[in-house]
C-alpha cells in the first residue's frame, strides 16, 4: 500500500542561461510505514525532488510535468500539487514533516525546544488544552532522548545531535503519516549520527510513519532503509532492497557510490570513487546521461536513454527497477 505515489515528475531551475533540468521524469512510490533511502551525488536532485514533493519550492524553480499524490489511511487520495495555500498548511506537519539538513536553521533561535513543539500543536491541533501540549511536548523530547528539564533550552544551548533529535520531535508533534528527512545527520559525528538513524527506526517501529530519507552517503543509508532509490543527474537510476543493492547493485553507477563511501560495517575496502563529474543539467549528454563517467558504456549507451524498468534483482529475487540497457534496462532512442 502507497502513501505517496510520485508520477513523472520534472523540476526545472529557470535561468537565463537556460533551465537546469533538477528533476527528470521521476516516478517512485513511498509505502506505508517504510523508510526509503535517495542517495546520489551532490546536485543530483534529490532536495529538489523532496522539496517539490512537500510543496516548498521556490521561483526559479518550476514543476514542469508529473503528479504526486498522497493515500490517506481512510482511503482517500490527495493531489498534492494541486493543494491551495490554506490546504498545505493543514497538509504539512500533520500528514507531511520536513526535517532539514541542518536543524539549526529550521529550529527558531529565540524560542525554547519545549514552545516550538507546543507551538506547533497550538495552531495545528487547536483543541488541545494548555496541559496537553506542554505534556505531550515532554513526552516527544523524551522519545528522542531529550531530558524533561531541557524543554527550557534555546536551540543554541544544545548540541548538534541534541538540536537534530528536537527538530524529529517537532515533526512527530502530530503524528504524520510521512516525514522527509533532507541530510538531517551530515554535520554530526558519525557516532551521534548512527545513534539517532537507529533512534529514527525505532521510533517508525512505534508510530508507524513512512520515512523518505535523503543523503549523498550509500553506506549509512543500507544501515536503516528499507529500499533505496539512486538519483543521478536528476533522474532515478536504480531502486531496490536495501539488502539486494548492497549485494548485487545492478546500475555501474550504483557499484560506483558503493566504492565511495567507507563501509561501518564489514572489512575495509579500498575507496575508488567515480571518474569525472556530474553532467551539466542544462545541457545533459545523449543517451545514458551517466554514459561519459561509465567503465562499461558501450555505443548504443550515448545514443539512447535508458528508462527505469521493473525486474528481479539477482542476490534474493526482490523486485527493483534499473535505467541501465546492460542490465536489461529498456531505452528510447535520442538524436543529440
Ligand atoms: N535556486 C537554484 N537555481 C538554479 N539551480 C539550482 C537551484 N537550486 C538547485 N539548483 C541546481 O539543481 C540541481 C539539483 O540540486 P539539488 O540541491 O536538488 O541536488 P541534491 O542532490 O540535493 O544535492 P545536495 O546533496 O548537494 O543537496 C543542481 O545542479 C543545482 O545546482
Not at 533551465?19 to 526509503?36: F, M, N, T
Not at 544544545?158 to 512527530?172: E, H, K, N, T
Request: charged letters at 25%; one cysteine or more.
Amino acid at each position: 500500500m502507497n502513501v505517496l505515489e510520485i508520477r513523472d515528475l520534472g523540476v526545472d531551475y529557470l535561468s537565463q542561461s537556460g533551465a537546469v533540468h533538477a528533476v527528470a521524469d521521476v516516478s517512485l512510490d513511498l509505502r506505508r510505514g517504510e523508510i526509503l533511502g535517495l542517495a546520489g551525488e551532490s546536485g543530483s536532485g534529490k532536495s529538489t525532488l523532496a522539496n517539490a514533493v512537500a510543496r516548498l519550492l521556490r521561483p526559479p524553480a518550476a514543476i514542469t510535468s508529473g503528479s504526486v499524490v498522497y493515500h490517506r489511511q481512510d482511503g482517500t487520495a490527495v493531489d498534492v500539487l494541486a493543494l491551495k495555500r490554506d490546504e498545505l498548511r493543514a497538509f504539512r506537519w500533520k500528514e507531511l514533516a520536513v526535517v532539514f539538513q541542518s536543524a539549526m536553521n529550521s529550529l527558531n533561535p529565540v524560542s525554547t525546544v519545549g514552545a516550538q513543539i507546543e507551538d506547533v500543536l497550538r495552531i495545528h491541533a487547536p483543541k488541545m488544552s494548555r496541559n496537553d501540549r506542554s505534556e505531550r511536548a515532554v513526552e516527544l523530547l523524551q522519545r528522542v532522548g531529550i531530558s524533561a528539564d531541557r524543554r527550557r533550552s534555546y536551540p543554541h544551548e544544545l548540541s548538534g545531535g541534541m538540536r537534530q533529535r528536537a527538530a524529529i520531535a517537532i515533526a512527530l508533534a502530530l503524528n504524520p503519516e510521512v516525514i522527509i528527512m533532507d541530510e538531517p545527520t551530515t554535520a554530526l559525528d558519525v557516532v551521534v549520527q548512527r545513534d539517532i538513524l537507529h533512534e529514527i527506526r525505532a521510533l517508525r517501529e512505534e508510530y508507524g510513519f513512512a520515512v523518505v530519507f535523503i543523503t549523498h552517503d550509500l553506506s549509512l543509508l543500507m544501515e536503516i532503509s528499507d529500499r533505496i532509490a539512486i538519483m543521478y543527474a536528476g533522474r532515478v537510476v536504480e531502486t531496490g532492497t536495501a539488502e539486494a543493492l548492497h549485494r548485487t547493485p545492478r546500475h555501474p553507477y550504483t557499484l560506483g557510490l558503493l566504492r565511495s563511501f567507507p563501509r561501518l560495517h564489514g572489512p575495509r575496502e579500498e575507496l575508488l570513487g567515480i571518474p569525472g563529474t556530474p553532467p551539466d543539467l542544462r545541457s545533459l549528454p545523449p543517451g545514458c546521461a551517466f554514459h561519459p563517467r561509465c567503465g562499461r558504456a558501450v555505443e548504443e549507451c550515448s545514443t539512447r536513454l535508458p528508462l527505469l524498468t521493473r525486474g528481479p534483482n539477482g542476490s534474493d529475487g526482490s523486485d527493483g527497477e534499473v535505467a541501465c540497457l546492460l542490465n536489461g534496462g529498456r531505452g528510447v532512442e535520442e538524436t543529440s
